[in-house]
C-alpha cells in the first residue's frame, strides 16, 4: 500500500504518542471514557486468588487483566477504564488507511478491544482457582483500514499463575498473516495504574540487582508532554503512592521503556492514570511468534524491589544446564470454563 506524503507527515506527528492508543480518553464518562455508549469494564470477569492477592480479568475484553489488589484490605491498583487501560499486548505494524476517531492511525492488534470500545474475541479460556489461560483474537485499535477491525491472522495468549505475593503472566503473540510489517516499537505489556498512584520508580545504575539508589520521578501529564522514554537496568517499574506503596512490574529482558500520567479523576475507572510500558522494536513478518514473561506484585518499594531481585536471582541460569532439562516450570493443568475448546499446554 502507498502511502501519501501528507499521511506520511501526519503519522509522524503522532509517533510520539504511538503508544498506549487510550492515552487520548476524554472524561466524558467516568465509567468508559473513550465511548459513553459502550457498558463499563469489566463486561465479563473472572478471578483468580490466594490468601496474598486476588487478579482479575476481563473475558469482554479479549482476556486482559483489568484488577490486582491484595487481599486484606482488597483496592484494585489498575485503571481499566476503556478497553485500551488494561495490563496487555498491544503491536504496531504498518500504514493501514485506519483511522482513530478520526485521526490517522495504523495496523494495531491491541488485546482488549478497539476504541470504540467493541472487545476482541475470546477463543479459548480456561480457569481454576489459582490459574488462567486465554486465547484472543485480537482487535485492531483503530477502524476502517485495510485489513479489517478483527484481527484474524493473528493469535493472543496467555497464562497467568499466583505465587505468593507475585503474579506471574506469560504473554505469547502469533502472526500468520502474509503482510510484512514494518519495525515499530511494541508494548510489552501495556501497564495502567490507578491515577492515585503518580511516583513511579525504577533503576537505571550501573551496577544492576546490587541495591543501588533507585530513580524516581513524577511523570508529566501527556497534554503537558508527548510520551516520556528511559531505561531501566533492573527491568522493572512501579507507581507508588506518597508512602512508597503501590504495584511494581517486572520484565525480564526488556531494559527500555515509555510512560506518562493522564490527568483525571483516580480509581479504577477514573479518567486519570499512571501508564508505563516496557518496550523493544519488533518487525512482524508471516511466521512470527513471540514470547514473554512479567512478574506483578504489590507493596512497598522495597519489599516490590526484594520480591523481584529473588525472581531475578531464580532466572539466572546455571554455568550448564544437563541436557534434556528445562528451565522454564509449566504451570498446573486447569480445568476448564466458558468459550473453550481443548485447553492448550502452558509454555
Not at 37 to 54: C, E, F, G, L, M
Not at 82 to 98: C, E, H, L, N
Request: charged fraction near 20%; include cysteine.
Amino acid at each position: 500500500m502507498k502511502t501519501s506524503p501528507l499521511l506520511k507527515l501526519l503519522l509522524l506527528l503522532l509517533l510520539p504518542v504511538l503508544f498506549c492508543p487510550s492515552a487520548f480518553s476524554q472524561e466524558t464518562n467516568p465509567t468508559n471514557p473513550t465511548n459513553p455508549s459502550k457498558p463499563p469494564n469489566p463486561v465479563d470477569p473472572a478471578y483468580i486468588q490466594n490468601d496474598k492477592v486476588r487478579l482479575g480479568i476481563d473475558l469482554g475484553g479479549g482476556g486482559s487483566i483489568f484488577y490486582f489488589s491484595e487481599r486484606n484490605p482488597e483496592r484494585n491498583l489498575l485503571n481499566h477504564a476503556d478497553k485500551g487501560r488494561f495490563i496487555q499486548q498491544s503491536y504496531y505494524g504498518i500504514v493501514d488507511g485506519s483511522m482513530w476517531n478520526k485521526r490517522p492511525w495504523i495496523w494495531n492488534p491491541v488485546q482488549g478491544g478497539n476504541w470504540r470500545g467493541d472487545s476482541a474475541t475470546i477463543l479459548e479460556s480456561t480457569i481454576s482457582s489459582d490459574h488462567l489461560y486465554v486465547k484472543t483474537m485480537p482487535k485492531n485499535w483503530s477502524t476502517g483500514g485495510a485489513y479489517g477491525e478483527d484481527i484474524k491472522d493473528a493469535v493472543m495468549e496467555e497464562w497467568i499463575e499466583l505465587q505468593g505475593n507475585v503474579a506471574k503472566i506469560h504473554f505469547r503473540f502469533t502472526y500468520s498473516g502474509v503482510v510484512d510489517h514494518d519495525k515499530r516499537s511494541a508494548e510489552l505489556p501495556a501497564f495502567f495504574a490507578d491515577a492515585a498512584l503518580p511516583n513511579m520508580v525504577t533503576y537505571n545504575g550501573a551496577a544492576p540487582w546490587t541495591g543501588g539508589e533507585l530513580d524516581r520521578k513524577v511523570p508529566f501529564y501527556l497534554h503537558e508532554k508527548n510520551n516520556q522514554y528511559g531505561k531501566t537496568t533492573e527491568s522493572w517499574a512501579a507507581y507508588v503512592d506518597d508512602k512508597d506503596w503501590g504495584v511494581g512490574l517486572f520484565f525480564p529482558g526488556t531494559t527500555e521503556m515509555t510512560y506518562y500520567r493522564a490527568n483525571g479523576s483516580t480509581g479504577p475507572l477514573g479518567g486519570g492514570c499512571s501508564y508505563f510500558a516496557p518496550v523493544s522494536h519488533l518487525t512482524i513478518t508471516k511466521g512470527f511468534v513471540y514470547d514473554y514473561t512479567i512478574y506483578l506484585t504489590i507493596g512497598t518499594v522495597n519489599e516490590i524491589r526484594e520480591r523481584f531481585t529473588a525472581i531475578h536471582a531464580s532466572l539466572t541460569p546455571p554455568a550448564s544446564v544437563p541436557a534434556g532439562d528445562s528451565l522454564v516450570q509449566p504451570l498446573a493443568t486447569t480445568h476448564t470454563h466458558t468459550h473453550i475448546a481443548t485447553p492448550t499446554p502452558t509454555p
